[in-house]
């Protein structure tokens, strides 16, 4: 059973427009929210991440939406970039715990 | 900055072979993992390791192997190569210090002929 859905496989948007990207849980532990973005031939890197007492983080385009209660988070990238076409992945863990629970990942495109 | 390198970056057997991959990090983070990455199905972790002769099972350890030899190294070996397992795998490392933030190698493709 996967712990961290995210609900689309791809998704294309054009230069210029917001995308959005979803992501759910399962587990109601699960305190730490990283989103990490890989390019093709290269390892995730973080890009943004919230922890659960949060709603909202951001960081210059990116942002992060988070509703503990519904427990479901979004990553919205504003005024996309042809160069954020990248694979986007949602991830969880609970407090003071090692390991990362990784999302099947979100293919962006953003086309000129 | 730091690093990490993952060898061989291509690693071809045969069905049955018992194959090894190496990682390295000059981190000096204590936490190494494993994940193999297969498209559409996300990073599943194989192993992870907290320090050194530190060994963790993840979620999909079954047909694998792993060695924390010392701090700075973690190996995963495929104990038969399977032609449905041939994917990405990614090493990564991580600390406290950093916020628990993974830093992953560029990955390693397993290719099963």
């Known amino acids: 059973q996967q712990q961290v859905r995210q609900s689309s496989q791809s998704l294309t948007v054009w230069e210029g427009e917001t995308a959005i990207l979803n992501c759910s849980y399962e587990n109601s532990a699960f305190d730490y929210f990283p989103w990490y973005q890989q390019f093709p031939g290269e390892g995730p890197a973080l890009l943004i991440a919230i922890r659960s007492v949060s709603d909202k983080k951001e960081d210059g385009r990116f942002t992060i939406f988070f509703n503990k209660r519904e427990k479901n988070l979004s990553l919205h990238i504003k005024d996309s970039q042809p160069g954020d076409s990248a694979t986007y992945f949602c991830a969880a863990s609970p407090s003071n715990y090692n390991v990362l629970y990784f999302g099947s990942g979100t293919k962006l495109t953003v086309e000129p | 900055g730091g690093i990490i390198t993952q060898t061989p970056k291509f690693l071809i057997g045969q069905e049955g072979q018992k194959l090894t991959l190496k990682c390295q990090q000059n981190f000096n983070h204590d936490t190494m993992y494993w994940y193999r990455q297969d498209s559409g199905k996300g990073l599943r972790l194989i192993y992870y390791s907290i320090t050194e002769n530190d060994l963790q099972k993840g979620d999909l350890s079954e047909g694998y192997d792993a060695s924390r030899e010392k701090k700075s190294s973690f190996s995963l070996t495929v104990t038969s190569a399977q032609k449905n397992e041939m994917a990405v795998f990614l090493c990564?490392?991580?600390?406290?210090?950093?916020?628990?933030?993974?830093?992953f190698g560029e990955g390693s493709r397993l290719i099963v002929v």
């Open positions: 990564a490392s991580s600390n406290p210090d950093s916020g628990n933030t993974l830093y």
